[in-house]
C-alpha cells in the first residue's frame, strides 16, 4: 500500500479534521443490523388472506392422539391480525383437550357426532348440524359422547386489537 491508496480526510477538510472511532463503527454496524432484521420481518410476514375455495379432499390429515386434525387456514386478513380454521374429528369417548379458556372467539359446527359442551359450567348435548359459540375468555371444553367419531369445523378470530392475555 502506498500513500496514494490512503484517503486523507484532514486534506479534504482542513480545518475540520474527521476521525472514526470504534464507537462510531460499532453504533453503525448495530444500525445496520437493526434495519437488516426490521427489513427481513416485514418480508416474512404472512401476506393476507384472499377469497378462496378449501377442497375437503386438499386438506392434509394429522392424526392425534385422540383422532385427526385438519388444519385449513391461519393468516391475516384485510380486517383481523389472524383468523384461522381446523376440523377436529375425535374418537368415541374422547376429549380433544382440557376445558380451557382463550382471548380469542370461537365457533365450532359439528359436522358428525354427539359431543357434551361445558362452558362456564354448564353442559349442552350437541348433535350433527349444532353450532357451538366460545366468548372470549370463558371456560370451555368439549368430549365425543356418542358411539361414532365426532368431526367439527373450527373457526377462530383475533382482531387486531385483541388483547393477548388471558384474563
Known sequence: MNGQDILDLAALWP???CMITRRDL?????????????VTF????????????????????ETTKVGERRNVF???TATLTRLESHVTTINPGEA????HQHPEEELMILKEGTVEM?????????????MIFCASNEMHG???????????????????DLQTQVK
Open 15 to 17: 480545518s475540520n479534521t
Open 26 to 38: 460499532l453504533i453503525a454496524g448495530i444500525a445496520a443490523f437493526a434495519g437488516a432484521a426490521i
Open 42 to 61: 416485514a418480508q416474512t410476514e404472512k401476506p393476507l388472506m384472499r377469497s378462496q375455495v378449501f377442497a375437503w379432499n386438499d386438506l392434509k390429515v
Open 74 to 76: 391461519d393468516a391475516p
Open 96 to 99: 380433544p383437550h382440557a376445558a
Open 118 to 130: 361445558v362452558q362456564n359450567g354448564k353442559t349442552n348435548r350437541v348433535e350433527a348440524g349444532g
Open 142 to 160: 368439549m368430549r365425543n359422547i356418542g358411539s361414532t367419531r365426532a368431526t367439527y369445523y373450527v373457526l377462530k378470530w383475533f382482531p387486531h
